[in-house]
């Protein structure tokens, strides 16, 4: 297993979020060292809230989870590629992505 360096921004590493069939990136979040332990572990996406400052599983209000089917770690060891089969839509709009597909620039 790869060696995260966790240290490198502050205890956050980015996650990418990449739809495993349609390839679609659906969103952006982070995580701390216990968010992606919990994530390898339970095989379903949680993050770091930066806002609420815990803990957060996508989909522990709306039942949308983000199951784990893939876990890539970047050449510098900072960042992670994650691939999922998402249940229900990603965005809290109700879009599939939370990156507008309709107008891009």
Known sequence: ????????????????????????????????????????AEQVVTFFSRTKNRLWTKGETSGNFLNVKEIRVDCDQDTLLIKVEPVGPVCHTGADTCFSEENPR
Request: aromatic share 8%.
């Open 1 to 40: 297993m790869e060696s995260l360096d966790f240290a490198k921004a502050g205890g956050l590493i980015p996650a990418i979020i990449q739809d495993v069939l349609t390839n679609k990136v659906l969103m952006l979040g982070f995580m701390n060292e216990q968010a992606y332990e919990k994530t390898q």
